[in-house]
């Protein structure tokens, strides 16, 4: 099969199309047939092997990440499955992630993919998994009606998602985004947009019930001061690509760990625990209208490294799909 494989770190040009051997459902697992794949912020993470400490992480190696097919979103059709898979068959529809999503095939266990949203397209279904479990996971349970919610990088994959969600669950939402991406996240129900080239959200004197921070581009003290006393500040990854870091996004997440227990504001740094169930939840989403999948750009599998190329430039928006 071709798949975009990865031999060494480094920039986008390092990716190459290649043929592969075809992947072998084990127990539990299927094999997908690959429609379309998304990209996320791991993508060029693994690209990089930046930052440095998170060669340490599953997936990274020293010199070389141990992942050498890159991509991890898919949406396509059931080709086989393993022993003991018992939801899924031949022929399904599905969407899911599992790293190795810029192939033709994938072998993906069972509990990580499931019935693709029927409203929906490949690109689209393959644009949810990594980004809206993040914007899911971080925001259940902490964000409700009347609360006002600040989203920094609300016009990104995960903050796409979060504006929505955020909306439908009757909070009052304040995006933060670049002049270019002001109507889109108006028109995913944003109530309020900064745009940061011009104002600076955490120094408008307003505070907040909950803050979702997905840049990574200001301090721990400049975020808290945004918030309520009693303020929930969440953190999800960040960064970019500046010629290689030592921590990264990494230090803002471990300078919260050390504080949440001398603060009376709730911080938490999220960690995504991926699961069918998640999906499940965000299929239900997708088909009752509640969230949509914005994409910015579709390119063809060959073309795999220029979409990395476009998403590491900072000028994405939204998702990013590779078609195969």
């Given at each position: 099969?071709?798949?975009?494989?990865?031999?060494?770190?480094?920039?986008?040009?390092?990716?190459?199309?290649?043929?592969?051997?075809d992947?072998?459902?084990?127990?539990?697992?299927?094999?997908?047939?690959?429609r379309?794949?998304?990209?996320?912020a791991?993508?060029?993470?693994?690209?990089?092997?930046?930052?440095?400490l998170?060669?340490l992480?599953?997936?990274?190696?020293?010199?070389a990440p141990?992942?050498?097919?890159?991509?991890?979103?898919?949406?396509?059709?059931?080709?086989?499955?393993?022993s003991?898979?018992?939801r899924?068959?031949?022929?399904?529809?599905?969407?899911?992630?599992?790293?190795?999503?810029?192939?033709?095939y994938v072998?993906?266990?069972?509990?990580?993919?499931?019935?693709?949203?029927s409203?929906?397209?490949?690109?689209?279904?393959?644009?949810?998994?990594?980004?809206?479990?993040?914007?899911?996971?971080g925001l259940?349970?902490?964000?409700?009606a009347?609360q006002r919610?600040?989203?920094?990088?609300?016009?990104?994959?995960?903050?796409t998602?979060?504006?929505q969600l955020?909306?439908?669950?009757?909070?009052?939402?304040?995006?933060?985004?670049?002049?270019r991406?002001?109507?889109?996240?108006?028109s995913?129900?944003a109530?309020?947009?900064?745009?940061?080239?011009?104002?600076?959200?955490?120094?408008?004197?307003?505070?907040?019930d909950?803050?979702?921070?997905?840049?990574?581009?200001?301090s721990?003290?400049?975020?808290?001061?945004?918030?309520t006393?009693?303020?929930t500040?969440?953190l999800?990854?960040?960064g970019?690509?500046?010629g290689g870091?030592?921590?990264?996004?990494?230090g803002?997440?471990?300078?919260?760990?050390?504080?949440a227990?001398?603060v009376?504001?709730e911080?938490?740094a999220?960690?995504?625990?991926?699961?069918?169930?998640h999906?499940?939840?965000l299929?239900?989403l997708?088909?009752?209208?509640?969230?949509?999948?914005?994409?910015?750009?579709?390119?063809?599998?060959?073309?795999a490294?220029?979409a990395?190329?476009?998403?590491?430039s900072?000028h994405?928006?939204?998702?990013?799909?590779?078609?195969?």
């Amino acid at each position: 099969m071709k798949a975009i494989v990865q031999t060494r770190y480094g920039s986008p040009d390092t990716c190459t199309l290649e043929d592969v051997d075809d992947p072998v459902p084990a127990s539990g697992e299927v094999t997908v047939r690959i429609r379309a794949a998304s990209l996320n912020a791991r993508d060029w993470h693994l690209m990089r092997g930046d930052p440095y400490l998170a060669r340490l992480a599953p997936g990274f190696g020293l010199r070389a990440p141990t992942l050498r097919i890159r991509g991890s979103d898919f949406a396509g059709t059931v080709e086989a499955v393993g022993s003991d898979v018992t939801r899924l068959h031949v022929g399904d529809e599905v969407y899911g992630l599992r790293d190795g999503a810029l192939a033709e095939y994938v072998c993906a266990p069972e509990s990580l993919v499931t019935r693709k949203p029927s409203n929906l397209t490949f690109e689209q279904a393959a644009a949810m998994p990594m980004a809206g479990m993040t914007a899911l996971q971080g925001l259940q349970g902490r964000v409700g009606a009347g609360q006002r919610i600040l989203i920094n990088g609300a016009s990104g994959g995960v903050g796409t998602f979060a504006v929505q969600l955020a909306h439908a669950w009757g909070a009052e939402v304040t995006a933060v985004c670049s002049t270019r991406n002001v109507d889109l996240v108006r028109s995913l129900g944003a109530d309020h947009v900064v745009d940061y080239t011009r104002d600076d959200a955490l120094r408008a004197g307003h505070r907040y019930d909950v803050l979702f921070d997905l840049v990574a581009n200001r301090s721990l003290r400049d975020l808290r001061r945004a918030l309520t006393p009693t303020g929930t500040l969440i953190l999800s990854g960040g960064g970019v690509f500046d010629g290689g870091s030592v921590l990264g996004p990494i230090g803002l997440l471990l300078r919260s760990k050390l504080t949440a227990p001398f603060v009376g504001q709730e911080v938490v740094a999220l960690s995504t625990k991926p699961g069918a169930e998640h999906l499940d939840t965000l299929r239900d989403l997708a088909e009752a209208g509640t969230i949509v999948p914005a994409i910015d750009r579709t390119y063809p599998l060959p073309a795999a490294a220029d979409a990395l190329r476009y998403l590491e430039s900072e000028h994405a928006r939204a998702k990013v799909v590779v078609t195969i």
